[in-house]
């Protein structure tokens, strides 16, 4: 005790020192002093342990923080303020800020989650980006901008001229023009406050920097020792990035004894504040929980952190964070001491290197904990980042340590965001900074080396070798490549002007980047397996990772040495010297040979792909191609040829590696590396995928075009036959004989590899569109693979974006070209916006479009071949005009008409013409045609561009015509031509064959009409080319015509088949169109009213209801196909229904969940708080077949779950399954019972008043006997007896044991749902929520077609229409199931409220009873009632009618008395209306008994108004229920919407049309009961505001307003906090569609518990807000999120659409989103329509991913 009897001392011993305490009279005390640093921290040593951290920290209340807030700014800060400002520190700052100019820059810091935008056609790069206040004042609103939300810790940089190409300032940060930026702001602060400023900024910051970098648990530095020290410690935990939240959890349980709340709630803090005290007391007590820490925590990884520290070392770091939060303060007062600051933190010391305070800070970054951190880079980002001259002086200290701060990064385990590094972001972007470091600094070169020094593993030739990666290296190997982030920072914009200086850092950092990329080359190498599978897949995506990384970096160097002459050169020499190093080390001894084929012969060595090491890593070989392209393009090989070493090159040199890669891919394709698994296909994938091709395989098929640019094509050719491993098929002499190979899989990959040599010359020769090897611009190389894509299919903006390489400010050129090549289709309810080709661009489709996949290439061929059938033109798909060659290039295309192809073309051609067995492929044929079209093409383009015949050296129509050389003297390939044409097997290629014929006319008649005028050769071509397309045209249409006859034959002679069979099975159809009619709905039956006289009208209730008439129903079992009859004493037939509890009408959300124990739901009350809902899919089956599938439906689960421990769609154990037929969710089923039986004429019907007599007489008696059952014996008087009213008598059951064991099963399950408790079949609630069901599905079913302006009959799904009528008849004989003195009490106190009764108490007041539940309830309980009077002289419809007219004038009852008329003066008749007069009538007599709390109303037509519009659903809701229950046709005018409504629903209900007449007409009788209803004390409260007041008509409920703009909700969101961590943000906020609360979703801290289970906050929000049943939107993943009780969720599409008619699930695009109220509306419908659960029992089926989640924790 003796401990906390010391603790609960001082503070009031410090209250008193408190109030005495003046911190103007310190101020002024340290103001006199000497040596005021002495002084300073002689007071914070006296009170900061006296204020903070006083005892255990986990109880501290916000009362404790609020204490220790007010005491630190009273005691501690309160002086350092006087002492900097001299003056009251209010008035002192307000001065300070009038007088300071306002920066232009924003520096808003971003939190977590709040949206940023950035402007894709202004910002320099795309870290450049402004907060939502900035932006909406900016240019950029009428931009592209993208949109994405902030991880938090970037600052807007609005203001930034830098950072923008054009509109750097918003309407708010617009500079004025006084200013001089170059004035220092210190000089316009008063100079004392300068001196003060100048050494209180330097002691506090010395203060913090020491304390936050202290190392000694308990003793503090010099000066700052506590004059009393006591025995007092903190057990601090720190936060790591290696232990979950479980593992942190479970041991703070066991080590500091503590509830699992209190343990959740500090694993929490520690996450967020990177650490927290869990446990205060002596030491030993401490160290005792510091080892059970450690020891638990020590098993898999290393322990957690924990250290005993003694209580004043926290106090003092507790101040330090404060003093530096306080700082950062006040210079947001002034730029002068922001200025100020800025020089106290970067001063050096007199230590020299490294010593200034911030440097402290920066290098001891990675040892402190994570709150320490985000405050000083905070203060460093409001400090030294918004003051530009200071900027500049700290980047040179960042990149001066740069690498230490890197090392450290790599070490720590916390992610960058929390590290000092991060900061790179905001110094490295800003171009200036980065090119005066790179000059300054190297920076280029030291980010460079720094990476490669990370990666140490390396094979023996220097390569990286990344074996099997340990967990630990790959966090590693993530860490390192921030790095790489850096560099793309620093490069991301290429300098204008270069400076001698910057040349040469820049080649530096070249020359550093190749290294990296020799070190790269020829990584993890390949060599095919032969025999057996390869054991273990190699190590490859390590690999892939640092390529895609690199990628950008790449390019972005390649752009750098575009922009500089001097520089392209100088880097082209390095990157080939790297190149040839990179060759010498190459394995040598290759033999040389020698090829020879065709009359040519070369040197090359022996190397085969399929034998020895290949690698797809040759990034060298890459650069080099792409520098290569860069002297064509800026035309400096054409200008200074005698500065390259151009003459170094060796071309076959420079094809080999590239080639090697190609072939590697070609074999594969081939399937001989099948036994390499499957780490090499998905290096080929990755190789060729969009987001490496760029820099791989695209600059593959360059190096190979400037090898063959700068070779004799012969040679080319005859090496690539050889990698290929094809010479030795075309070099045999008699190689057009095809040779024979045995073994048949051998022939099909030779095959294959042709057709993928012959790919790879057409790429080689035709791939022009890249700027430099074409004469093209960047963006038609854009257009082309739009183009190409569009050919496959129509495609949304999206896929176009992600087939598109993007580059590294992540643009894809697509806007700028989209529209003139394709036309946007907007999207519909569902589905999204597509792209489709405009016409005019097909013909430049190319089916050998380099990045086609072999997939894409057969879609888009197909889809090619389609389009031109449909237009009617032939489908020859001849390849498309290829650009002009640029001249470093202009020799390829004599690669078409050199004679080793023009031999393989001959061969191929040959084989084809005598195809015999597997020898050739079609598709190898059509390469070949291809390339002779190319070559026709290219001639053709040479012929019309020269001026005459002596300057065309392209003659490829000249070498085609010569026959074969000896020895294999076959045709010319002409002649070949002309003899496939007809060839039967080959129709496919006729048309192409016929296209390359027309071309070597045309070109023909070209060259012999050059000398004359070119004009007439183009009108002389068309000659022969029209002739033969004009008896093509006319062979088409002979075949079409042909092909429609015998079309129209077959047609003709399938529909007399059809006949026939129909006349035969007569009987059959009969049968089938009979049933058509039985199960269509009762409305469509009977609206033609032939069998009725016209002239009765229908009724559907009272005694002149017209019945059904007496129909047999047919239903068909969708189980065994049996037909059956629906009868009471028949085989019980079943529809398959769901039951839930619903909240879609309820008026008062903050009504709790009824207790189920005791909850008593016979009175409905009119906000509908909480429903029973049935709906059902119409499916029919007989019960026992039900029975049978249900119990198989068991027996798998329970198999399964000893299977394993998944999770289904629907939950068994709830009696849920899925409808057998439709896969619909249901949870029970409804009996089918047979209509009503046509009303009895010959009975007598009393009036009301007889009616009402003879009702209470039978009440009266019922009372008796229940008495007399429970007492024994009774009092009184035993009342009268109507006559034929027998007590005792037990009507027989209309019903066969099975139809009563299915209506026990429907009743139990509403039991179970409605009132989540355990099924008991004798409780006396069971029919009251049947009832309750029936009229609350009727209610929601009437609100929907109301809401959708539908007719009331006629217009519902067969579906629905099935469930309502089989529900109503099932309600009204439920009764039969249950005790009938059950059903008898329920009577009584439900007609207790009407009519008053002296024996039955409590009744509720008329405004708490929903009138429409109390109808039904009244008129089903009826019916037991009845069944005792044996008199037969009563109907029941009778009871019926009266007692809807008795619920309908307490209706109006009760609309008048909640109306609110405000007063309209309305120009009306005179006359009042019968029907106003009426209403005032009533209304007055209301106000008689009520007195002055009904105001006064005066328009008798604004009452009546009022009331026929109040009544009105009501009425409908009747007319439906009463339409079900007794089967009655509804008249005409109810079966179409529009006028007449009001009249046709009165007389259908056998009301009359002026409602009021039932007051009238029954005056004296319903006087006292008005009188009763609204004396009861409950009215006048709710009147008086004592309750909620439903007002009619109830309006329906809709989902709440959402904001046109995404960004909206996104701010709303971000700056929403966790309501239980103290103002923590949220990580996932979720928005409630229902009710507009925002919830913090995903979190251990809002977790709560619902029936003994931990749920999320959105699922604890269901069961108060949708009982059980949520629809959500996830803001920050733009997703919404339907949640059906604890076990059951799916993802929907949300209802905000990009311009293009996308979704952006998870904002990953960024493209601004706006609300598409179309699919908000379909959202709601399905709420509204109860549909909720189905779409998430089909989504959960279709996709079983959804199944695994564990929704209850969202």
């Known amino acids: 005790m003796a401990a906390a009897q010391s603790d609960r001392d001082p503070p009031s011993a410090l209250c008193a020192e408190f109030l005495n305490f003046s911190a103007k009279d310190t101020a002024s005390r340290w103001l006199a002093a000497a040596d005021l640093q002495q002084e300073v921290y002689a007071h914070l040593a006296v009170y900061v342990p006296r204020i903070l951290c006083l005892g255990p920290s986990g109880s501290s209340s916000s009362r404790e923080e609020q204490r220790e807030e007010l005491a630190c700014q009273l005691l501690l800060l309160a002086p350092l303020e006087w002492l900097l400002l001299g003056e009251e520190p209010a008035t002192g700052l307000a001065l300070l800020q009038e007088k300071n100019q306002p920066s232009p820059l924003c520096g808003h810091v971003f939190k977590v989650g709040e949206p940023t935008y950035s402007c894709r056609e202004c910002a320099a790069d795309p870290t450049c980006v402004l907060c939502m206040q900035c932006f909406l004042g900016s240019v950029h609103k009428e931009h592209r901008y993208r949109m994405t939300t902030s991880g938090g810790g970037g600052f807007c940089d609005c203001g930034d001229a830098e950072a923008w190409k054009k509109g750097p300032y918003c309407q708010k940060h617009t500079p004025t023009e006084t200013r001089d930026t170059e004035e220092d702001p210190v000089a316009q602060l008063p100079p004392d406050l300068v001196a003060r400023g100048y050494s209180i900024f330097s002691i506090i910051l010395k203060y913090a920097v020491d304390m936050l970098t202290w190392e000694q648990d308990d003793q503090l530095p010099a000066g700052l020792e506590p004059p009393e020290k006591g025995d007092t410690y903190y057990c601090m935990l720190f936060n790591d990035e290696v232990h979950t939240y479980e593992q942190v959890i479970y041991t703070l349980q066991k080590a500091v004894n503590c509830s699992q709340k209190e343990a959740v709630s500090f694993a929490t803090t520690v996450d967020r504040d990177g650490r927290k005290s869990v446990r205060y007391g002596d030491f030993q007590f401490c160290e005792q929980a510091k080892s059970v820490i450690v020891r638990n925590t020590s098993r898999q990884s290393k322990p957690l952190r924990v250290e005993v520290m003694h209580s004043s070392v926290v106090a003092h770091q507790c101040f330090a964070l404060k003093a530096l939060s306080w700082l950062g303060q006040v210079i947001q007062y002034s730029d002068g001491l922001r200025r100020i600051l800025c020089q106290v933190g970067l001063q050096a010391a007199a230590e020299g290197e490294n010593s200034s305070l911030v440097d402290q800070l920066m290098l001891n970054d990675s040892k402190m904990w994570k709150g320490a951190r985000n405050i000083y880079h905070q203060l460093l980002m409001n400090s030294l980042l918004m003051d530009l001259k200071y900027k500049k002086i700290f980047a040179i200290q960042f990149a001066k340590s740069y690498e230490r701060l890197q090392c450290d990064y790599v070490r720590d385990d916390h992610d960058r965001e929390f590290s000092i590094t991060d900061l790179s972001v905001q110094i490295f972007t800003v171009p200036s900074l980065a090119r005066m470091l790179m000059v300054e600094e190297n920076l280029m070169k030291t980010i460079i080396k720094t990476f490669v020094d990370h990666l140490r593993h390396r094979d023996l030739q220097g390569r990286f070798q990344f074996d099997r990666y340990t967990a630990q290296q790959a966090f590693k190997f993530g860490r390192v490549q921030s790095l790489i982030g850096d560099l793309k920072y620093v490069l991301i914009s290429r300098p204008s002007e270069w400076s001698d200086q910057l040349r040469i850092k820049f080649l530096e950092g070249f020359e550093a980047f190749l290294e990296l990329l020799k070190c790269m080359q020829g990584m993890d190498p390949v060599v095919r397996q032969v025999g057996q599978h390869i054991e273990m897949e190699p190590e490859w995506e390590a690999a892939f990772t640092l390529q895609m990384k690199l990628t950008h970096i790449i390019s972005m160097i390649q752009e750098w040495c575009s922009t500089d002459e001097r520089v392209l050169i100088e880097a082209y020499r390095k990157c080939l010297s790297a190149l040839s190093h990179c060759h010498s080390s190459l394995p040598d001894g290759e033999q040389p040979i020698s090829l020879s084929l065709a009359g040519h012969c070369v040197e090359t060595f022996r190397y085969q792909v399929s034998q020895d090491k290949v690698s797809i890593h040759l990034p060298?070989?890459?650069?080099?191609?792409?520098?290569?392209?860069?002297?064509?393009?800026?035309?400096?090989?054409?200008?200074?040829?005698?500065?390259?070493?151009?003459?170094?090159?060796?071309?076959?040199?420079?094809?080999?590696?590239?080639?090697?890669?190609?072939?590697?891919?070609?074999?594969?394709?081939?399937?001989?590396?099948?036994?390499?698994?499957?780490?090499?296909?998905?290096?080929?994938?990755?190789?060729?995928?969009?987001?490496?091709?760029?820099?791989?395989?695209?600059?593959?098929?360059?190096?190979?075009?400037?090898?063959?640019?700068?070779?004799?094509?012969?040679?080319?050719?005859?090496?690539?036959?050889?990698?290929?491993?094809?010479?030795?098929?075309?070099?045999?002499?008699?190689?057009?004989?095809?040779?024979?190979?045995?073994?048949?899989?051998?022939?099909?990959?030779?095959?294959?590899?042709?057709?993928?040599?012959?790919?790879?010359?057409?790429?080689?020769?035709?791939?022009?569109?890249?700027?430099?090897?074409?004469?093209?611009?960047?963006?038609?190389?854009?257009?082309?693979?739009?183009?190409?894509?569009?050919?496959?299919?129509?495609?949304?903006?999206?896929?176009?974006?992600?087939?598109?390489?993007?580059?590294?400010?992540?643009?894809?050129?697509?806007?700028?070209?989209?529209?003139?090549?394709?036309?946007?289709?907007?999207?519909?309810?569902?589905?999204?916006?597509?792209?489709?080709?405009?016409?005019?661009?097909?013909?430049?489709?190319?089916?050998?479009?380099?990045?086609?996949?072999?997939?894409?290439?057969?879609?888009?061929?197909?889809?090619?071949?389609?389009?031109?059938?449909?237009?009617?033109?032939?489908?020859?798909?001849?390849?498309?005009?290829?650009?002009?060659?640029?001249?470093?290039?202009?020799?390829?295309?004599?690669?078409?008409?050199?004679?080793?192809?023009?031999?393989?073309e001959g061969a191929v051609l040959q084989w084809a013409v005598e195809p015999s067995g597997g020898g050739w492929t079609e598709s190898m044929l059509q390469r070949v045609l291809h390339l002779v079209g190319v070559a026709l093409l290219e001639e053709h383009q040479q012929l019309e561009n020269s001026s005459g015949d002596d300057d065309v050296t392209f003659n490829y129509t000249a070498k085609i015509t010569r026959p074969g050389e000896a020895p294999s003297t076959s045709g010319s390939v002409l002649a070949l031509l002309e003899s496939l044409q007809n060839a039967p097997h080959l129709e496919v290629h006729k048309d192409m064959i016929t296209w390359i014929l027309k071309m070597v006319t045309n070109i023909k008649t070209m060259r012999e009409r050059t000398s004359s005028a070119s004009t007439v050769t183009i009108s002389q071509g068309q000659g022969p080319e029209e002739t033969v397309r004009d008896k093509d045209k006319a062979e088409r249409k002979r075949k079409a015509e042909m092909a429609r006859l015998r079309r129209e034959k077959i047609m003709a002679q399938m529909s007399e088949m059809q006949k026939h069979f129909i006349n035969e099975n007569k009987e059959l159809f009969q049968q089938s169109l009979e049933e058509l009619e039985a199960s269509t709905s009762a409305a469509a039956e009977h609206s033609p009213l032939s069998s009725e006289p016209s002239c009765v009208s229908q009724v559907c209730v009272g005694p002149r209801r017209v019945g059904g008439a007496e129909r047999r129903q047919l239903v068909t079992c969708i189980l065994c196909q049996e037909e059956q009859e629906v009868r009471g004493h028949g085989r019980a037939m079943v529809l398959a229904a769901f039951v839930q509890r619903s909240t879609v009408l309820s008026k008062n959300r903050r009504r709790n969940l009824p207790d189920p124990e005791h909850h008593d739901p016979l009175f409905m009350h009119p906000d509908l708080s909480l429903g029973i809902h049935t709906a059902s899919c119409g499916h029919i089956m007989h019960a026992t077949c039900w029975q049978r599938y249900f119990e198989a439906v068991q027996l798998k689960e329970q198999r399964r779950q000893q299977r394993l421990r998944g999770h289904t769609s629907y939950d068994v154990e709830n009696g849920e399954f899925l409808c057998p037929l439709c896969e619909c969710l249901s949870n029970t089923v409804i009996p089918l019972l047979p209509h009503t039986h046509s009303p009895d004429h010959s009975v007598d019907h009393p009036n009301l008043e007889a009616w009402l007599r003879t009702a209470n007489q039978q009440i009266a008696v019922l009372h008796f006997a229940h008495r007399k059952q429970s007492d024994g014996v009774a009092e009184g008087a035993e009342p009268a007896v109507p006559e034929g009213f027998r007590v005792d008598f037990t009507p027989q059951n209309p019903f066969s044991s099975s139809v009563s064991e299915m209506i026990t099963t429907f009743s139990m399950s509403t039991y179970k749902v409605g009132l989540k408790v355990n099924p008991n079949e004798q409780d006396h609630r069971v029919p009251v929520l049947i009832w309750s069901t029936c009229a609350y599905t009727i209610q929601s079913i009437e609100r929907l077609l109301m809401d959708e302006e539908k007719p009331l009959f006629g217009s519902l799904p067969c579906r629905q229409d099935d469930c309502l009528s089989s529900l109503t008849r099932f309600s009204s004989a439920c009764w039969t199931a249950a005790p009938a003195t059950t059903t008898h009490t329920h009577f009584i106190r439900l007609l207790s409220a009407l009519v008053p009764d002296s024996q039955v108490e409590n009744t509720p007041c008329i405004?708490?009873?929903?009138?429409?539940?109390?109808?039904?309830?009244?008129?089903?309980?009826?019916?037991?009632?009845?069944?005792?009077?044996?008199?037969?002289?009563?109907?029941?419809?009778?009871?019926?009618?009266?007692?809807?007219?008795?619920?309908?004038?307490?209706?109006?009852?009760?609309?008048?008395?909640?109306?609110?008329?405000?007063?309209?003066?309305?120009?009306?008749?005179?006359?009042?209306?019968?029907?106003?007069?009426?209403?005032?009538?009533?209304?007055?007599?209301?106000?008689?008994?009520?007195?002055?709390?009904?105001?006064?109303?005066?328009?008798?037509?604004?009452?009546?108004?009022?009331?026929?519009?109040?009544?009105?659903?009501?009425?409908?809701?009747?007319?439906?229920?009463?339409?079900?229950?007794?089967?009655?046709?509804?008249?005409?005018?109810?079966?179409?919407?529009?006028?007449?409504?009001?009249?046709?629903?009165?007389?259908?209900?056998?009301?009359?049309?002026?409602?009021?007449?039932?007051?009238?007409?029954?005056?004296?009788?319903?006087?006292?009961?008005?009188?009763?209803?609204?004396?009861?004390?409950?009215?006048?409260?709710?009147?008086?505001?004592?309750?909620?007041?439903?007002?009619?008509?109830?309006?329906?409920?809709?989902?709440?307003?959402?904001?046109?703009?995404?960004?909206?909700?996104?701010?709303?969101?971000?700056?929403?906090?966790?309501?239980?961590?103290?103002?923590?943000?949220?990580?996932?906020?979720?928005?409630?569609?229902?009710?507009?609360?925002?919830?913090?979703?995903?979190?251990?801290?809002?977790?709560?518990?619902?029936?003994?289970?931990?749920?999320?906050?959105?699922?604890?929000?269901?069961?108060?807000?949708?009982?059980?049943?949520?629809?959500?939107?996830?803001?920050?993943?733009?997703?919404?999120?339907?949640?059906?009780?604890?076990?059951?969720?799916?993802?929907?599409?949300?209802?905000?659409?990009?311009?293009?008619?996308?979704?952006?699930?998870?904002?990953?695009?960024?493209?601004?989103?706006?609300?598409?109220?179309?699919?908000?509306?379909?959202?709601?419908?399905?709420?509204?329509?109860?549909?909720?659960?189905?779409?998430?029992?089909?989504?959960?089926?279709?996709?079983?991913?959804?199944?695994?989640?564990?929704?209850?924790?969202?």
């Not at 294959?752 to 790919?759: A, S």
């Not at 005019?840 to 489709?845: G, M, P």
């Not at 008795?1446 to 009042?1472: F, P, Y």
Request: proline share 5%.
């Open 620 to 904: 060298v070989c890459r650069l080099l191609a792409g520098l290569h392209v860069l002297l064509s393009r800026t035309e400096v090989a054409s200008r200074f040829p005698e500065q390259l070493p151009l003459g170094e090159l060796s071309p076959p040199l420079l094809i080999e590696l590239p080639l090697r890669c190609l072939v590697l891919c070609a074999q594969v394709h081939a399937g001989m590396w099948r036994r390499n698994g499957f780490s090499l296909i998905n290096q080929i994938y990755y190789y060729h995928n969009v987001k490496c091709r760029v820099e791989m395989f695209d600059k593959d098929v360059i190096m190979l075009q400037v090898g063959a640019s700068m070779m004799d094509p012969n040679h080319f050719l005859m090496i690539v036959l050889s990698r290929f491993e094809l010479f030795h098929i075309f070099s045999s002499a008699d190689c057009r004989k095809r040779y024979r190979e045995a073994n048949k899989d051998v022939v099909q990959q030779n095959n294959t590899l042709i057709e993928e040599m012959l790919h790879l010359i057409i790429m080689v020769v035709g791939e022009r569109y890249v700027s430099g090897v074409g004469q093209v611009e960047a963006f038609d190389e854009v257009r082309r693979e739009i183009v190409h894509q569009l050919s496959i299919r129509p495609m949304a903006h999206s896929e176009l974006v992600k087939a598109l390489p993007e580059n590294g400010n992540k643009e894809t050129g697509l806007e700028r070209v989209i529209d003139s090549v394709a036309s946007f289709k907007k999207p519909g309810v569902t589905g999204r916006g597509l792209y489709e080709l405009r016409p005019e661009w097909n013909k430049h489709f190319n089916l050998y479009f380099h990045h086609y996949s072999r997939a894409d290439q057969s879609k888009a061929e197909e889809a090619q071949r389609k389009l031109r059938r449909q237009n009617g033109e032939d489908t020859a798909l001849p390849p498309p005009l290829p650009p002009p060659l640029c001249p470093l290039f202009g020799s390829l295309v004599n690669l078409l008409q050199c004679d080793v192809l023009l031999a393989v």
């Open 1407 to 1754: 405004l708490d009873i929903d009138m429409f539940h109390l109808l039904v309830y009244t008129v089903l309980s009826y019916n037991s009632v009845h069944s005792l009077d044996q008199s037969g002289r009563s109907g029941v419809d009778s009871a019926h009618l009266h007692l809807l007219h008795l619920v309908t004038v307490a209706h109006l009852v009760q609309v008048l008395l909640t109306s609110t008329t405000e007063e309209v003066c309305m120009d009306q008749d005179s006359l009042a209306t019968e029907e106003e007069e009426l209403t005032c009538q009533l209304y007055n007599t209301l106000r008689k008994h009520l007195g002055s709390v009904l105001p006064e109303v005066t328009s008798g037509w604004q009452l009546f108004h009022c009331v026929k519009v109040g009544v009105l659903p009501f009425l409908r809701a009747a007319a439906l229920f009463f339409h079900y229950l007794n089967s009655t046709a509804p008249p005409a005018d109810l079966l179409v919407a529009g006028p007449g409504q009001w009249e046709a629903l009165c007389s259908y209900l056998s009301l009359p049309s002026n409602l009021l007449q039932l007051y009238q007409s029954q005056h004296t009788l319903l006087e006292p009961l008005i009188h009763r209803w609204c004396c009861h004390p409950g009215v006048r409260q709710t009147l008086q505001g004592g309750g909620v007041i439903v007002r009619f008509p109830r309006e329906s409920n809709r989902l709440i307003e959402l904001p046109e703009d995404y960004s909206v909700l996104i701010n709303q969101a971000s700056s929403f906090t966790c309501p239980r961590s103290g103002g923590d943000k949220s990580r996932a906020p979720t928005l409630c569609l229902v009710c507009g609360s925002m919830l913090c979703s995903q979190s251990y801290c809002c977790q709560t518990e619902v029936d003994g289970e931990d749920v999320g906050a959105c699922t604890a929000h269901t069961f108060t807000c949708g009982a059980g049943l949520g629809l959500f939107l996830r803001v920050r993943e733009s997703q919404v999120l339907f949640v059906a009780g604890k076990t059951k969720g799916c993802f929907y599409p949300p209802p905000y659409l990009d311009d293009y008619g996308e979704t952006d699930q998870g904002l990953k695009r960024g493209n601004p989103l706006h609300l598409c109220t179309e699919r908000y509306r379909k959202i709601e419908r399905l709420w509204r329509q109860h549909g909720i659960a189905e779409v998430i029992g089909h989504a959960q089926e279709a996709n079983q991913t959804l199944v695994a989640i564990d929704w209850q924790h969202l």
